[in-house]
Every structure is written in C-alpha cells, then in structure tokens.
C-alpha cells in the first residue's frame, strides 16, 4: 500500500508476524529458568550476609522474598518440564482450563 503522494515509492502497511506462546521461541526454556533460580539464590545469599551487617539491616527481608521467588520459580519450572515431557511421550494435557 503506498504511504502517498509526499512520500514516492514508500509503502506502508500491517507487518506480518506470527504471535505464538514463548514455549516455542525458547527452545532453551528449562535452562533459562535453572539459571533465573541459582541467579535468585545467589542474590538471596547476598543479602542475607550483608544484611546482617551494620546499617544494611533492609536487606535481611529483601533475603525471604527472593527465596520464595525462588521456590515459585522451581515449582513452575518442574511443572512445566513434566507438562513437556508428557506432551513428547503422547500423554495428553490435564490442566484445567
């Protein structure tokens, strides 16, 4: 579709893009959430040594969040990797809707 008059051989119109779940662009997803939880860990061990330390004392529950964004992240990454597993070996999906 030309753009007009005031713009000769510029076109314009909707850009073609295939809008699919991330599970397809991200081949590595179980790695890259391995890595979010032990990046997670590491931070959680950080405040809490520092935290224990004059004057960071802020960063001791900042150490008990990042721990239970941890675990949740575990969790869904467990989920997912059976989800997959189970989606390889032919067994259908029971999630609900």
Excluded: N, Y
Excluded at 78 to 87: E, G, H, V
């Amino acid at each position: 579709m030309p753009v007009g008059p005031s713009r000769p051989g510029r076109t314009t119109g909707p850009t073609f893009d295939i809008a699919r779940p991330a599970i397809f662009l991200l081949p590595h997803q179980d790695a890259a959430w391995k890595i979010i939880k032990e990046r997670l860990d590491a931070l959680q061990q950080a405040c809490a040594s520092l935290g224990q330390q004059a004057g960071l004392g802020a960063l001791a529950p900042l150490a008990g969040k990042l721990q239970s964004m941890s675990q949740d992240i575990a969790a869904h990454a467990s989920q997912t990797a059976s989800r997959r597993r189970r989606q390889h070996a032919g067994v259908p999906d029971r999630r609900e809707p």
